[in-house]
């Protein structure tokens, strides 16, 4: 199965239940909003994904290979951008992309025109030699999104990428997420807690106390009301 696929996935903490039974699939190609209120259970999901830990319970594919079974393979398929920042505040915009690029194997010539072709696509070829910690909080999460791109991965997977950002910052970077989805064929799970980052065409997932809700086109979800109500409705979390 192609795109990425959670099935019957529990997680806990001690005898805190994070995840039960969470099942959905993302088609290739297809932006899947994960919606859930903080708590929800978002970021241990997104653990999990990126196998920081374990669960025995369940089953995670990523573009095709299973997790459990071929750890490497479903890895190499997916871009992370994490809730918390993690680039190097201290190296050039440039340096931090070939950096990365030579954790996947790439150098010289080639992590260079991987690098160039992320900062053309997001606008900031004129910031290459900046610092990092001379940027604002949008070029850095733009950068981020660069960075995750160069070794050219399948599944994009983005941890509430918009945090602490202005409105207009929001947008243009949901914006060109959904690019990245309908003109290169990448399949996005986006977290988010807030409703206004969802589109109307988008496949939706409700997460709440480590259950899923519903999941299918946010269209079809929220159906005559706005998202925002349903989602209050749902969850007693105004979004």
């Given amino acids: 199965m192609t795109g990425l696929s ?8 001690g005898t805190k239940q994070a995840l039960d ?18 708590g929800a259970g978002k970021s241990t999901l997104f653990g999990l994904l990126t196998r920081l830990f374990t669960s025995p319970q369940g089953r995670i594919e990523i573009a095709g290979q299973d997790m459990a079974r071929n750890p490497r393979n479903a ?33 010289g010539k080639l992590a260079r025109s991987r690098a160039d072709a992320a900062l053309d696509r997001l606008n900031m070829r004129d910031r290459s030699k900046e610092t990092v910690r001379d940027l604002n909080g949008g070029h850095r999460r733009r950068l981020e999104i660069a960075r995750c791109l ?9 941890d509430e990428p918009t945090v602490g950002l202005d409105t207009t910052t929001r947008r243009a970077i949901t914006d060109y997420v959904h690019d990245l989805s309908v003109n290169d064929g990448l399949t996005v799970l986006w977290a988010t807690h807030l409703t206004d980052e969802v589109q109307n065409s988008d496949q939706l997932v409700i997460l709440h106390k480590g259950l899923v809700l519903e999941t299918g086109t946010c269209s079809t979800i929220r159906g005559a009301i706005p998202l925002n109500d349903h989602f209050l409705n749902r969850t007693g979390t105004d979004a």
Avoid: E
């Avoid at 959670?6 to 903490?13: E, F, G, K, R, W």
């Avoid at 039974?21 to 903080?38: E, K, Q, R, T, W």
């Avoid at 931090?96 to 194997?105: C, I, K, P, Q, S």
């Fill in 150 to 158: 160069i070794h050219r991965p399948k599944v994009l997977l983005l």
């Fill in 21 to 38: 039974d969470v099942s959905f699939h993302v088609p290739s190609g297809a932006f899947c909003a994960l919606l859930g209120p903080n």
């Fill in 6 to 13: 959670v099935q019957n996935l529990s997680y806990a903490y």
């Fill in 75 to 107: 890895l190499k398929n997916i871009g992370v951008v994490f809730q918390q920042p993690t680039l190097d505040l201290d190296l050039s915009v440039q340096l931090n992309l070939t950096y990365f690029a030579a954790l996947h194997g790439l150098s």
